[in-house]
């Protein structure tokens, strides 16, 4: 539907999956100069520079597939690896993430908010590596050239197309279910009070007008919420407060990170529906891979005794059982690229992770 | 106090509602004592035939043409039931073009292409938008702002392009025909835009444009045409009554809190049902004073849908006595009756 989709889609994703592994991280108490090597090299992989040409053009979404064999290379663009399970449970985040952001969205146009809080926190993470900051910095300048003359409708048709994106994913996470911003049925409660979005009125006034504009009369009725009016705008420059916390790090205070699958919904088999396998990358697709994978060549795989692996789960055991026992509807079906430059670290280094207590 | 209305066992769909404006339509079968409902999620449409004695339910699926599974640059935008004197006739309207189905959806009988660029452009292309006008037409807006006329044949397929409006600049977000089945309104079709631009017309073999009623840079997502007055539904969640053929604007309601999605009127009794996003439904009475050329909009009810963005919701029959609702991520068809 809108080709303007796959920049804030690529963002959306990027930024949840880089507050989860700074999370894994630190809960794994992986040394600060490894962990700040291996944020570095993701961010600068996703602001390589012909790889974000590739991805502004405008075009029509990637399928599930593609997207996801992206983040594959991306999460393994440095000296960190993660196995099957983890980097399933990554993705399972990752989208459900970015799911509730679109969802929630006060006003379609506060989807460009949601991307500058990501893009804000990324700046944050490599402040003190200027090469990859002027790089973060252009993206921003893109963004803002491209989105901001957006119309509210054509801001409503990126979120319609991200919603058919998202559709029918209902996997419940840990979190979301803690802070009761998700049902355990893994649908998103959408509140009926709060602020009302920028430029609504909170609902109840009925005005009729005479023939000659004047007000004859005016009458409330009982709108079932309890609204509050709405919240000044966030700021759509490049340094500013942004009002909106969607897209902001959920995940700095330490909590584990948990999912449960969600398999037996019968709606989860829709997930393919749209992108039935086996079906070969569309061109367009190979072209971003290609140039994703041209921004790795840069990466030196690491040294022996550099790399080491992260668990998205509490301990290997778990990780191994949620391999098993992962319902064949949700496998999201990556592609193995014959074409990569990135060898694996052919000696990975056994480093043994202390399971959480 | 009772409620106005209750909810009824709902209809199963197979797969999901997209977030679509005006993603539901219904036609009513009084002869065979049947409704059909149509939802679209993705690149499918799923009708839903339901017998009125509550027993029997039949499902069929439709496909856009020429579904591209690696990219989805087939989505369908909206499937609606056109009623003319002659036939009915269910149009869907995609990515790609526009199709024409048989009221059941057994025999495509027209597909009319759009003109779609080799590389994709900023500006999105599709049809959306979906109107029977008069004896004969069907109207169909697309992104590009053009209105497609087409000249419907009481029956097969020599269904004609008969001509294209250009009057919106925006792309166009839905069109509705006068309903009230008086003839002496002077205007036939309303289209609305994504700056809330809009256009009132005369049918004919050449359309003529009556008015035209500038937007305020917000996009009008639902539109519908009743006894010469235009009701709008807005992004902002405000609705508002225009005097068609003047833009006189008559009635202006904060009716919900997020964008709207879907309006519809029963011509009958002149009850209208709002949705939107922030999970309400808001049925309204509208009452028309001739003699002192008003319109009053009166609030009647409401239904909150808990948890779920409504993107369809219509009357099931021309005195509103019953509707039905859809969501995202929804598989079902929710319906009210009145108590």
Same mark, same amino acid.
């Given at each position: 539907?809108?080709?303007?989709?796959?920049?804030?889609?690529?963002?959306?994703?990027?930024?949840?999956?880089?507050?989860?592994?700074?999370?894994?991280?630190?809960?794994?108490?992986?040394?600060?100069?490894?962990? *700040?090597?291996?944020?570095?090299?993701?961010?600068?992989?996703?602001?390589?520079?012909?790889?974000?040409?590739?991805?502004?053009?405008?075009?029509?979404?990637? $399928?599930?597939?593609?997207?996801?064999?992206?983040?594959?290379?991306?999460?393994?663009?440095?000296?960190?690896?993660?196995?099957?399970?983890?980097?399933?449970?990554?993705?399972?985040?990752?989208?459900?993430?970015?799911?509730?952001?679109?969802?929630?969205?006060?006003?379609?146009?506060?989807?460009?908010?949601?991307?500058?809080?990501?893009?804000?926190?990324?700046?944050?993470?490599?402040?003190?590596?200027?090469?990859?900051?002027?790089?973060?910095?252009?993206?921003?300048?893109?963004?803002?050239?491209?989105?901001?003359?957006?119309?509210?409708?054509?801001?409503?048709?990126?979120?319609?197309?991200?919603?058919?994106?998202?559709?029918?994913?209902?996997?419940?996470? $840990?979190?979301?279910?803690?802070?009761?911003?998700?049902?355990?049925?893994?649908?998103?409660?959408?509140?009926?009070?709060?602020?009302?979005?920028?430029?609504?009125?909170?609902?109840?006034?009925?005005?009729?007008? *005479?023939?000659?504009?004047?007000?004859?009369?005016?009458?409330?009725?009982?709108?079932?919420?309890?609204?509050?009016?709405?919240?000044?705008?966030?700021?759509?420059?490049?340094?500013?407060?942004?009002?909106?916390?969607?897209?902001?790090?959920?995940?700095?205070?330490?909590?584990?990170?948990?999912?449960?699958? $969600?398999?037996?919904?019968?709606?989860?088999?829709?997930?393919?529906?749209?992108?039935?396998?086996?079906?070969?990358?569309?061109?367009?697709?190979?072209?971003?891979?290609?140039?994703?994978?041209?921004?790795?060549?840069?990466?030196?795989?690491?040294?022996?005794?550099?790399?080491? *692996?992260?668990?998205?789960?509490?301990?290997?055991?778990?990780?191994?059982?949620?391999?098993?026992?992962?319902?064949?509807?949700? $496998?999201?079906?990556?592609?193995?690229?014959?074409?990569?430059?990135?060898?694996?670290?052919?000696?990975?280094?056994?480093?043994?992770?202390?399971?959480?207590? | 106090?009772?409620?106005?209305?209750?909810?009824?066992?709902?209809?199963?769909?197979? %797969?999901?509602?997209?977030?679509?404006?005006?993603?539901?339509?219904?036609?009513?079968?009084? +002869?065979?004592?049947?409704?059909?409902?149509?939802?679209?999620?993705?690149?499918?449409?799923?009708?839903?035939?339901?017998?009125?004695?509550?027993? %029997?339910?039949?499902?069929?699926?439709? &496909?856009?043409?020429?579904?591209?599974?690696?990219?989805? %640059?087939?989505?369908?935008? &909206?499937?609606?039931?056109?009623? @003319? +004197?002659?036939?009915?006739?269910?149009?869907?309207?995609?990515?790609?073009?526009?199709?024409?189905?048989?009221?059941?959806?057994?025999?495509?009988?027209?597909?009319?292409?759009?003109?779609? +660029?080799?590389?994709?452009?900023?500006?999105?292309?599709?049809?959306?938008?979906?109107?029977?006008?008069?004896? %004969?037409?069907?109207?169909?807006?697309?992104?590009?702002?053009?209105?497609?006329?087409?000249?419907?044949?009481?029956?097969?397929?020599?269904?004609?392009?008969?001509?294209?409006?250009?009057?919106?600049?925006?792309?166009?977000?839905?069109?509705?025909?006068?309903?009230?089945?008086?003839?002496?309104?002077?205007?036939?079709?309303?289209?609305?835009?994504?700056?809330?631009?809009?256009?009132?017309?005369?049918?004919?073999?050449?359309?003529?444009?009556?008015?035209?009623?500038?937007?305020?840079?917000?996009?009008?997502?639902?539109?519908?045409?009743?006894?010469?007055?235009?009701?709008?539904?807005?992004?902002?969640?405000?609705?508002?009554?225009?005097?068609?053929?003047?833009?006189?604007?008559?009635?202006?309601?904060?009716?919900?809190?997020?964008?709207?999605?879907?309006?519809?009127?029963?011509?009958?009794?002149? @009850?209208?049902?709002?949705?939107?996003?922030?999970?309400?439904?808001?049925?309204?009475?509208?009452?028309?004073? +001739?003699?002192?050329?008003?319109?009053?909009?009166?609030?009647?009810?409401?239904?909150?849908?808990?948890?779920?963005?409504?993107?369809?919701?219509?009357?099931?029959?021309?005195?509103?006595?019953?509707?039905?609702?859809?969501?995202?991520?929804?598989?079902?068809?929710?319906?009210?009756?009145?108590?």
């Amino acid at each position: 539907m809108s080709s303007r989709t796959l920049p804030l889609l690529f963002l959306g994703l990027g930024g949840e999956m880089l507050y989860i592994l700074d999370q894994r991280l630190r809960a794994q108490s992986i040394p600060p100069d490894k962990a *700040r090597k291996v944020m570095n090299d993701i961010i600068t992989t996703m602001f390589n520079k012909k790889f974000l040409e590739e991805l502004f053009k405008p075009q029509e979404l990637y $399928s599930k597939k593609a997207l996801r064999t992206v983040f594959d290379r991306l999460a393994h663009a440095s000296i960190m690896r993660l196995n099957q399970a983890s980097m399933d449970k990554l993705y399972d985040l990752m989208t459900m993430a970015c799911k509730y952001q679109v969802l929630l969205c006060p006003r379609p146009k506060d989807l460009l908010l949601v991307s500058f809080n990501h893009m804000d926190a990324i700046k944050d993470l490599v402040k003190e590596a200027p090469p990859i900051l002027s790089q973060v910095d252009d993206t921003y300048r893109q963004l803002i050239e491209i989105y901001t003359p957006l119309s509210s409708g054509e801001f409503q048709l990126i979120r319609q197309t991200l919603l058919i994106f998202f559709q029918d994913m209902h996997i419940r996470v $840990s979190i979301f279910l803690k802070d009761k911003v998700q049902n355990s049925n893994g649908r998103f409660v959408l509140p009926t009070s709060g602020p009302v979005p920028h430029g609504t009125q909170v609902p109840s006034l009925i005005r009729l007008f *005479r023939c000659n504009g004047e007000e004859s009369r005016r009458f409330q009725f009982q709108s079932g919420g309890t609204y509050s009016s709405a919240l000044r705008p966030g700021s759509l420059e490049m340094f500013g407060d942004r009002v909106i916390k969607l897209g902001t790090n959920m995940y700095s205070v330490s909590r584990p990170v948990e999912t449960h699958m $969600s398999g037996t919904s019968k709606n989860s088999a829709q997930n393919t529906k749209v992108n039935t396998t086996p079906n070969p990358l569309a061109k367009e697709e190979l072209n971003m891979l290609a140039r994703l994978m041209g921004g790795l060549e840069g990466q030196k795989p690491g040294s022996a005794d550099s790399g080491f *692996r992260v668990n998205l789960f509490a301990t290997d055991e778990e990780e191994e059982e949620a391999l098993m026992s992962r319902p064949d509807e949700l $496998s999201y079906g990556v592609l193995n690229i014959q074409a990569t430059k990135v060898q694996p670290n052919p000696n990975p280094t056994d480093y043994r992770l202390t399971p959480d207590p | 106090l009772s409620k106005m209305y209750h909810k009824e066992k709902s209809l199963q769909i197979k %797969n999901s509602a997209s977030a679509l404006y005006n993603n539901l339509s219904v036609l009513r079968i009084a +002869p065979r004592s049947l409704t059909y409902f149509t939802v679209v999620h993705a690149n499918t449409v799923s009708i839903v035939s339901a017998s009125w004695d509550g027993l %029997n339910t039949s499902h069929r699926q439709l &496909q856009s043409k020429e579904p591209n599974v690696a990219t989805s %640059n087939s989505l369908i935008m &909206q499937a609606a039931w056109c009623v @003319l +004197p002659s036939r009915d006739l269910l149009v869907l309207t995609s990515q790609k073009g526009i199709q024409m189905y048989e009221s059941d959806g057994s025999i495509m009988v027209y597909w009319h292409a759009l003109d779609t +660029p080799e590389t994709a452009t900023a500006q999105a292309v599709f049809a959306r938008g979906i109107a029977a006008v008069r004896e %004969n037409y069907i109207c169909v807006g697309e992104a590009s702002g053009g209105i497609l006329v087409f000249d419907i044949p009481s029956k097969g397929g020599n269904i004609t392009l008969s001509e294209v409006l250009e009057e919106h600049k925006e792309s166009i977000t839905d069109m509705a025909s006068e309903c009230s089945g008086s003839q002496e309104c002077i205007a036939d079709m309303v289209s609305a835009d994504d700056t809330g631009t809009l256009c009132v017309w005369k049918s004919g073999e050449e359309f003529q444009l009556l008015n035209k009623i500038t937007g305020f840079d917000m996009s009008c997502s639902s539109v519908k045409l009743w006894k010469g007055t235009v009701v709008a539904g807005y992004g902002t969640g405000q609705i508002r009554l225009y005097e068609a053929v003047t833009g006189i604007l008559h009635a202006e309601v904060n009716a919900h809190a997020r964008w709207i999605y879907s309006l519809d009127i029963a011509p009958f009794s002149g @009850l209208l049902l709002s949705a939107a996003e922030d999970s309400f439904v808001r049925v309204w009475h509208l009452t028309m004073t +001739p003699e002192s050329n008003t319109v009053e909009i009166s609030h009647m009810y409401n239904e909150c849908v808990t948890d779920t963005q409504i993107c369809g919701a219509k009357f099931c029959d021309g005195d509103g006595y019953a509707f039905g609702v859809t969501g995202y991520d929804l598989s079902e068809i929710i319906r009210y009756t009145q108590s």
